[in-house]
């Protein structure tokens, strides 16, 4: 099992910046992501990472690309999620998520492709 807990979230003005991070337990995981969801509104990937740099691969969804970077500490076992030039459409509850096996292409894009989720972290940005 492993257990996921986010932190970093809060309020910012649009053009600014926040930094998530994801403390993980246990490293039963090969791929960590970030979804983000809007209440009413589909999850969305917006970004993920394979730990086995040798199949090393960051995946982000097009409306982030350029603004969000993903990264990882694996002597402390956490993902970060760096969020720079945010706008109010960033707006969410940003959840951490985790993958037993390494996902790729596609399906870094799917939630489903997801074991483990944290508890998730409200981001709100205002205009």
């Known amino acids: 099992q492993v257990q996921l807990v986010e932190s970093g979230g809060g309020s910012v003005q649009a053009g600014g910046s926040l930094r998530l991070s994801c403390a993980a337990s246990?490293?039963?995981?090969?791929?960590t992501g970030w979804i983000r969801q809007v209440p009413g509104k589909v999850p969305e990937v917006v970004a993920a990472?394979?730990?086995?740099?040798?199949?090393?691969?960051?995946f982000y969804t097009d409306s982030v690309k350029g603004r969000f970077t993903i990264s990882i500490d694996k002597v402390k076992n956490t993902t970060y999620l760096q969020m720079d030039s945010l706008k109010p459409e960033d707006t969410a509850i940003y959840y951490c998520?985790?993958?037993?096996?390494?996902?790729?292409?596609?399906?870094?894009?799917?939630?489903?492709?997801?074991?483990?989720w944290g508890q998730g972290t409200q981001v709100t940005v205002s205009s």
């Open positions: 998520a985790a993958a037993r096996v390494p996902v790729y292409s596609g399906d870094a894009y799917r939630t489903a492709s997801y074991d483990y």
């Open positions: 246990g490293r039963s995981f090969e791929t």
């Open positions: 990472i394979n730990w086995n740099w040798s199949r090393g691969n960051i």
